[in-house]
Nanobody, 117 residues
Framework: QEQVVESGGGLVEAGGSLRLSCVAS????????MAWFRQAPGKEREFVAR????????NYADDVKGRFTISKNNAKNTVFLDMKSLEPEDTAIYYC??????????WGQGTQVTVSS
């Protein structure tokens, strides 16, 4: 059964950095792309960044461009989100999403990121 597990959230001061990680399993899963979404209190879940598993092409939400970087390790089915210059507005639960070449997408349980002012 496909599974996605995030890690790396925490509490950081404004201007600080964090790295999130997400592992998709099983290792045999054929991934099309992986992405990060986030949901702040009282708001809907929103797209943050996506990376194509084959080409490595990326795209970002406008409000994280230049601050967040998505990257991957194909051999480990792992995607990363490096976040810098964090702002209190970045406070949210961050969710990892994996879309396979065939079948249904998978979501992780989320990891909390809190940015203090």
């Amino acid at each position: 059964q496909e599974q996605v597990v995030e890690s790396g959230g925490g509490l950081v001061e404004a201007g600080g950095s964090l790295r999130l990680s997400c592992v998709a399993s099983p290792r045999s899963l054929s991934i099309a792309d992986m992405a990060w979404f986030r949901q702040a209190p009282g708001k809907e879940r929103e797209f943050v960044a996506r990376i194509n598993w084959i080409s490595g092409s990326t795209n970002y939400a406008d409000d994280v461009k230049g601050r967040f970087t998505i990257s991957k390790n194909n051999a480990k089915n792992t995607v990363f989100l490096d976040m810098k210059s964090l702002e209190p507005e970045d406070t949210a639960i961050y969710y990892c999403n994996a879309r396979p070449l065939c079948g249904r997408e998978s979501w992780g349980q989320g990891t909390q990121v809190t940015v203090s002012s």
